[in-house]
């Protein structure tokens, strides 16, 4: 009956309020100034002025008035009604978990009203009822939340929290306040036996109301924040200030602090009293071993139930609560009046220097996004801070046992320092594993390498400098075991018996144990290091730490292989330079294709380390002296690949496999006369000569030319060996991501690298820039087309050029055009000099030609620059040739060719179809070796 009758009196002066209000505007929109007297003089109307001034702001504080005493009854009201929603008069007597429960719907009421009204009433009597409306919610609040706090720690001992049992056992509890009184009996039978159901719902309603408050108390705090808006790629501004507690993870973490306390910083009752002595030391301290007990203990806490729970059990819960205040929120704030005050209250504080209110709904929506994030970040925070409060309540990075000149043993620390990085890196892959958003702020977990290592300068220098010195001591171990530099030839090389010379039968098996890796051990590594170390460098969260291990550590590693693998270079070219045991200049088969495998592997190994260099990112931007010690290693890269062809070609080709007299000796070849004189074929008939392309098929090797094919021929088949044994690993793992071109790199480039040498000698023979071929005659011309075609089919498998004009494809058109039949030659000749000369023109309008102009167009020669002063006569010219297959050569080589072919016989006939050239004729079967 009294609420009742609270309720009529609120409803009365509310009506009154709003009538008076209503009066008041009605008169100030009728009073016009038509209704003032109109004055005579300029005194008068200042003083109409002035009185309708006065007049004007009396009746405005007479609305602010009444609008004051509007809103605070619309207060009362709303307060009347959060009253008898919760059935109580605000004084909770907090004596069992439903009790909470009613205290804490009261207080979560109380806080919406607050955020609804506490930044739109301005009027003296509703601000006062503000204020004492915000300390009844701050004494309710603190009440509930010692209580409820109270409770749940009770509830969790009980459990034996956090044993992986007691952690399951939570986590059931936590499900049934997702689904309600439906889940009550659907969870674990087990959880029956320790808890009957009441005591389950208790203890689900009491982790409800803790995460309730708990909310609702950070909206009001978080509420005159202005909230910016959300931007793609940018993390959310954390809203609460950095003392913020997250109290629910509190009460989960109380436990393990206690236990951490009593195994790790109690003297008496300890892990720490009761360990082992070291065996090498009966005076060695239990505090040796701190770092890795105390990380191990909080890794098993952590991965045996606690974070499950926390992911599982604790986020999904925070989340239904949070919709449930969401869905009350439109109810309690779809007022329109509302509404438009608050927009007139964003406009007032938008031009002042006061924060920016938020609406409820978009404070509750940030901290939903924030709660979910942060959660699992929070709880790491705080198991970082109890390993930090161990380490320094032990004194660990300061305890004569362990640094300083006292210290037994230098590992202790190294142990230490290598615990810390395990353990941090151990936090980053939690945070990251489950949380969509990374942690912001304050809730971000240090890191210990910050707090004990890099902040300690003496002790980071000297770890700097035991870095550098342990990586660069394992580098130069493994690359005494693997690198040729390091051995012995004989060691290295099997006995050459155990090989057929007979370079037509050498085979080269990739699965051989004898045969070279496809990149050595050392660089293998090498990478291995790289990784770790900038694993460790991006471990500090400052720059100057990872700029120092930088260039301390990663700097003098990359130089120590640098020249490591230059030694290996060095020695691997001593190698193929020295002569052969047998006293031949050329190498053993075996030692030779040794060899070439040898520098395919440390070619694969650098080009492997200068990639893994110039993928190096420190928070997506590239490491600019990571990014040049990767440029060094390329450029090396490609002077070991220069270095390896100038000495394989000049030195073992061209001088002991007498490559260098074969070229000496093709201008002779070339100019050779044809003992057996061509005679003028009769009409219709083919000379015996020029079948299958013009090559007699008696036609073999050049002599001189054997051994300088049998070397290639080891060296490509080397390359062939590498690329099937790397083929093999990628099919057997099934998976590229780019690997294979890393395995292949050497043993393409090496022999895109010979193939483009020895095409170039060949092609100087065939251009003959030096003037040494004035005439080429038709069985030389063939003789060294099979030469050419012979040593470019070991190359068969190296990828082609995309306009198809590199050496090779040069060397093949320069040979079959200067290896062309006497009557397909002539036909060439004759067009190419019909389209340069002026007769050309008579004989389209009927101009005959005579036998002396005939042969005097046989005699002449080809001038290039006719078509060069003419661009369309060359463009002609090389579409011509393009269409016969020459179109790799250049105009000028070809007329060069064709001028010094000798003596073309005279054309007395028209050629049938068999005789006109057929470019695409079959020549490799040709071969005969």
Request: with cysteine; hydrophobic share 35%.
């Given at each position: 009956s009294d609420m009742a009758t609270t309720t009529a009196e609120i409803e009365s002066q509310l009506s009154q309020a709003k009538a008076h209000l209503a009066k008041l505007q009605g008169k100030q929109q009728g009073r016009t100034r038509d209704e003032l007297p109109v004055p005579e003089d300029s005194t008068e109307l200042l003083d109409v002025e002035s009185s309708a001034s006065a007049a004007a702001l009396q009746l405005y504080r007479r609305a602010k008035l009444a609008q004051d005493q509007l809103e605070c009854v619309e207060l009362k009201r709303s307060l009347l009604d959060v009253l008898q929603s919760a059935n109580l008069d605000g004084k909770p007597a907090h004596n069992s978990a439903q009790e909470i429960s009613l205290a804490t719907t009261t207080c979560s009421h109380l806080g919406i009203l607050l955020l609804r009204y506490q930044h739109r009433l301005e009027g003296a009597e509703s601000s006062a009822q503000i204020a004492a409306l915000q300390d009844w919610y701050a004494r309710l609040h603190g009440v509930t939340r010692q209580s409820a706090l109270h409770l749940f720690r009770s509830k969790i001992h009980q459990?034996?929290?956090?044993?992986?049992?007691?952690?399951?056992?939570?986590?059931?509890?936590?499900?049934?306040?997702?689904?309600?009184?439906?889940?009550?009996?659907?969870?674990?039978?087990?959880?029956?036996?320790?808890?009957?159901?009441?005591?389950?719902?208790?203890?689900?309603?009491?982790?409800?109301?803790?995460?309730?408050?708990?909310?609702?108390?950070?909206?009001?705090?978080?509420?005159?924040?202005?909230?910016?808006?959300?931007?793609?790629?940018?993390?959310?501004?954390f809203l609460l200030p950095p003392s913020w507690r997250f109290d629910i993870i509190d009460e989960l973490c109380r436990p393990i602090a206690n236990r951490l306390r009593y195994h790790f910083l109690e003297d008496q009752t300890a892990i720490l009293s009761g360990a082992a002595k070291s065996e090498n030391s009966h005076d060695s301290s239990h505090i040796e071993r701190l770092p890795e007990w105390l990380f191990r203990y909080l890794r098993e806490i952590t991965d045996k139930g606690v974070y499950s729970l926390i992911l599982k059990g604790l986020q999904p819960l925070i989340c239904r609560i949070m919709e449930s205040l969401l869905q009350v929120l439109p109810v309690e704030y779809a007022m329109d009046e509302g509404d438009q005050s608050q927009r007139r209250h964003e406009e007032h504080y938008s031009n002042s220097h006061c924060p920016s209110p938020t609406s409820p709904r978009q404070t509750f929506h940030h901290l939903h996004k924030q709660y979910h994030s942060h959660s699992s970040s929070y709880y790491l925070r705080e198991i970082v801070r109890m390993a930090r409060h161990a380490l320094r309540s032990k004194s660990f990075f300061a305890h004569p046992d362990v640094v300083g000149r006292d210290c037994r043993n230098g590992l202790i620390i190294k142990r230490g320092i290598e615990q810390l990085f395990l353990f941090d890196d151990y936090v980053?892959?939690?945070?990251?594993?489950?949380?969509?958003?990374?942690?912001?702020?304050?809730?971000?977990?240090?890191?210990?390498?910050?707090?004990?290592?890099?902040?300690?300068?003496?002790?980071?220098?000297?770890?700097?400098?035991?870095?550098?010195?342990?990586?660069?001591?394992?580098?130069?171990?493994?690359?005494?075991?693997?690198?040729?530099?390091?051995?012995?030839?004989?060691?290295?090389?099997?006995?050459?018996?155990?090989?057929?010379?007979?370079?037509?039968?050498?085979?080269?098996?990739?699965?051989?144990?004898?045969?070279?890796?496809?990149?050595?051990?050392?660089?293998?590594?090498?990478?291995?290091?790289?990784?770790?170390?900038?694993?460790?460098?991006?471990?500090?969260?400052?720059?100057?730490?990872?700029?120092?291990?930088?260039?301390?550590?990663?700097?003098?590693?990359?130089?120590?292989?640098?020249?490591?693998?230059?030694?290996?270079?060095?020695?691997?070219?001593?190698?193929?330079?020295?002569?052969?045991?047998?006293?031949?200049?050329?190498?053993?088969?075996?030692e030779l294709n040794?060899?070439?495998?040898?520098?395919?592997?440390?070619?694969?190994?650098?080009?492997?380390?200068?990639?893994?260099?110039?993928?190096?990112?420190?928070?997506?931007?590239?490491?600019?002296?990571?990014?040049?010690?990767?440029?060094?290693?390329?450029?090396?890269?490609?002077?070991?690949?220069?270095?390896?062809?100038?000495?394989?070609?000049?030195?073992?080709?061209?001088?002991?496999?007498?490559?260098?007299?074969?070229?000496?000796?093709?201008?002779?070849?070339?100019?050779?006369?044809?003992?057996?004189?061509?005679?003028?074929?009769?009409?219709?008939?083919?000379?015996?000569?020029?079948?299958?392309?013009?090559?007699?098929?008696?036609?073999?090797?050049?002599?001189?030319?054997?051994?300088?094919?049998?070397?290639?021929?080891?060296?490509?088949?080397?390359?062939?060996?590498?690329?099937?044994?790397?083929?093999?690993?990628?099919?057997?793992?099934?998976?590229?991501?780019?690997?294979?071109?890393?395995?292949?790199?050497?043993?393409?480039?090496?022999?895109?690298?010979?193939?483009?040498?020895?095409?170039?000698?060949?092609?100087?023979?065939?251009?003959?820039?030096?003037g040494m071929t004035p005439e080429i005659h038709l069985a030389g011309a063939q003789q060294f087309r099979y030469d050419a075609m012979s040593i470019a089919s070991l190359f068969s498998s190296t990828p082609a050029t995309h306009d198809g004009t590199g050496p090779l494809d040069r060397v093949a058109a320069a040979s079959r055009l200067m290896s062309l039949s006497s009557t397909q030659l002539q036909q060439l000749k004759q067009i190419l000099f019909d389209l340069s000369s002026s007769s050309n023109r008579r004989s389209m309008f009927g101009g005959g030609t005579t036998d002396a102009e005939t042969d005097s167009r046989q005699r002449c020669r080809l001038d290039a620059d006719i078509f060069y002063g003419d661009e369309r006569l060359m463009v002609e010219a090389e579409n011509m040739l393009a269409a016969k297959g020459f179109h790799a050569l250049a105009l000028e080589e070809a007329l060069s060719i064709i001028n010094r072919r000798f003596r073309i016989p005279r054309l007395e006939y028209f050629p049938s179809s068999a005789d006109v050239y057929t470019p695409d004729e079959p020549f490799s079967d040709r071969i005969i070796v």
């Open positions: 459990a034996s929290f956090p044993d992986e049992e007691g952690c399951r056992t939570l986590q059931c509890v936590l499900s049934v306040g997702l689904d309600g009184d439906k889940a009550v009996g659907d969870v674990d039978d087990q959880l029956h036996l320790r808890m009957n159901q009441p005591q389950i719902r208790e203890w689900t309603e009491i982790s409800r109301c803790l995460i309730e408050l708990q909310i609702v108390h950070d909206a009001l705090q978080v509420s005159y924040q202005k909230i910016q808006p959300e931007q793609p790629h940018t993390p959310t501004t980053r892959e939690k945070q990251t594993e489950e949380s969509s958003e990374a942690a912001t702020g304050d809730v971000k977990p240090p890191r210990l390498v910050d707090i004990f290592l890099s902040s300690n300068r003496g002790l980071f220098q000297w770890w700097l400098e035991e870095e550098c010195h342990g990586a660069i001591t394992i580098l130069r171990e493994c690359a005494s075991s693997s690198l040729s530099s390091f051995q012995s030839l004989q060691e290295k090389v099997p006995d050459s018996d155990a090989v057929d010379t007979n370079f037509k039968h050498v085979s080269v098996s990739p699965h051989s144990k004898q045969q070279p890796p496809l990149f050595p051990s050392v660089s293998e590594l090498f990478v291995a290091l790289i990784h770790s170390s900038r694993i460790k460098s991006n471990a500090f969260s400052d720059v100057h730490p990872q700029k120092l291990y930088l260039s301390d550590v990663i700097g003098p590693l990359c130089s120590e292989y640098l020249d490591l693998v230059h030694g290996e270079a060095s020695m691997l070219r001593k190698q193929l330079m020295a002569r052969s045991k047998s006293g031949s200049g050329i190498p053993m088969d075996n040794a060899n070439v495998r040898e520098w395919i592997g440390i070619i694969n190994g650098t080009h492997i380390a200068s990639a893994i260099l110039n993928s190096c990112h420190r928070n997506g931007v590239k490491e600019e002296m990571l990014e040049r010690v990767g440029l060094s290693m390329e450029r090396m890269r490609d002077a070991m690949v220069d270095d390896f062809v100038s000495t394989f070609i000049e030195t073992v080709v061209m001088e002991r496999a007498k490559f260098a007299s074969y070229t000496m000796r093709s201008p002779f070849l070339l100019s050779q006369p044809n003992l057996d004189h061509l005679q003028d074929p009769r009409r219709g008939q083919r000379d015996a000569r020029d079948n299958n392309g013009g090559i007699p098929s008696s036609l073999h090797l050049s002599t001189d030319l054997n051994d300088s094919y049998h070397v290639l021929s080891i060296a490509v088949r080397a390359c062939h060996a590498s690329l099937s044994a790397a083929k093999n690993i990628m099919s057997s793992q099934g998976n590229d991501n780019g690997i294979s071109e890393m395995l292949t790199f050497g043993a393409l480039i090496i022999e895109d690298a010979l193939s483009k040498s020895i095409s170039q000698k060949l092609l100087d023979i065939a251009i003959d820039p030096q």
